[in-house]
């Protein structure tokens, strides 16, 4: 698969040059290193699914991550138009971008490649990595390592936020539902062992913090 032509790895370093860890080039590389394994083993257009991977994440010009999917998208549909990619694909990848977010989706994933690129993201955010992340999030943004999480769970829009929100309140409002929402046979059987890994980690953590373990 040569992308080169559209863009190049040292162009997607410096997109994510300033960007913290969580989402920063090499989680963009990894996500796209799953989505061409995804997109192979699942006939997808591997191109756009790694192009989209690439730059699913590109930082918006405000710093804001609520919209970023629609930031990211618009930016790859204008770089990829400039490069060339030809229309059909260009529209791929934006519709791809544009629906890789798990919180906040208005419009759901309507072809096979923006499924890929969705579930190798997600995969990104459960198991070993997934705990990773979420630890370095908490980390750049001075929030505590664990606190007891609300009894009842609310939806996912409604998350608090502040530096009482910690790993164990992002596994509960989103890693651990991540499962259920992939799209490809290839990613559930992949998703299914990270799962069952990052449900171990916190039950662990949890008995941990409390003296029980």
């Known amino acids: 698969m040569d992308i080169d032509r559209y863009l190049t790895q040292a162009e997607v370093r410096q997109i994510y040059a300033a960007v913290e860890s969580a ?26 699914v790694r192009l989209a991977a690439l730059l699913h994440d590109a930082p918006a010009p405000s710093g804001e ?8 998208a ?16 260009v529209a791929n990848v934006v519709h791809c971008i544009e629906t890789h977010r798990f919180r906040g989706r208005t419009t759901e994933p309507a072809t096979l490649e923006a ?9 990104e955010s459960i198991g070993a990595i997934g705990v990773a992340r979420v630890f ?15 009894a009842n769970t609310p939806p996912i829009h409604e998350k608090p936020t502040g530096v009482d929100y910690t ?3 992002e596994f509960v409002y989103k890693l651990e539902r991540i499962l259920p929402t992939f799209y ?9 062992q990270r799962h069952a890994y990052m449900l171990t980690f916190f039950e662990q953590l949890d008995a941990e913090m409390r003296g029980l373990a």
């Open 184 to 192: 490809t046979a290839t990613a559930k059987t992949l998703g299914a």
């Open 23 to 48: 989402h920063d080039f090499d989680h963009v590389l990894r996500v796209a290193q799953l989505g061409a394994r995804i997109a192979q083993a699942e006939g997808a257009d591997g191109t756009v």
């Open 167 to 169: 790993p164990v309140h």
């Open 136 to 150: 370095a999030y908490a980390g750049a943004h001075g929030n505590r390592l664990w606190t007891t999480p609300a």
């Open 74 to 89: 618009a930016f790859a549909g204008e770089l990829l138009r400039q490069r060339g990619l030809a229309a059909g694909r």
């Open 115 to 123: 499924r890929c690129l969705y579930d190798a993201d997600k995969l």
């Open 65 to 72: 991550r609520r919209d970023h999917h629609l930031a990211a």
